[in-house]
Nanobody, 120 residues
Framework: QVQLVESGGGLVQPGGSLRLSCAAS????????MGWYRQAPGKQRELVAA???????NYADSVKGRFTISRDNGKNTVYLQMNSLKPDDTAVYYC??????????????WGRGTQVTVSS
């Protein structure tokens, strides 16, 4: 079984920074695309940022220039550095990963989420 465990959420003032981490554990052959999504109260879950195994990245327009996604393949971990945080960034942030379990099997997994609250 594969688990994704997020950490690093919390309460921060507008303009502040947080760094989220997501570590994948279990029987993993390799990790393909990894990403961060978020869901605010009353809203749909949306993609924040994604990073391919080769390092290519994709960001939501709302976070471009403020958030940076990165990964450490040796540690099976993806990070999200969030700077210049705004109240609109308040949400539960979820880690997502495409995990190659065998040469023929690619399966998608979600973490349980970590709360980020931006408020003065």
């Amino acid at each position: 079984q594969v688990q994704l465990v997020e950490s690093g959420g919390g309460l921060v003032q507008p303009g502040g920074s947080l760094r989220l981490s997501c570590a994948a554990s279990g029987v993993i052959r390799s990790l393909s695309t990894m990403g961060w999504y978020r869901q605010a109260p009353g809203k749909q879950r949306e993609l924040v940022a994604a990073i391919a195994s080769g390092g290519g990245t994709n960001y939501a327009d709302s976070v471009k220039g403020r958030f940076t996604i990165s990964r450490d393949n040796g540690k099976n971990t993806v990070y999200l550095q969030m700077n210049s945080l705004k109240p609109d960034d308040t949400a539960v942030y979820y880690c997502n990963a495409d995990v190659r379990l065998t040469s023929a099997t690619l399966q998608n997994y979600w973490g349980r989420g970590t709360q980020v609250t931006v408020s003065s």
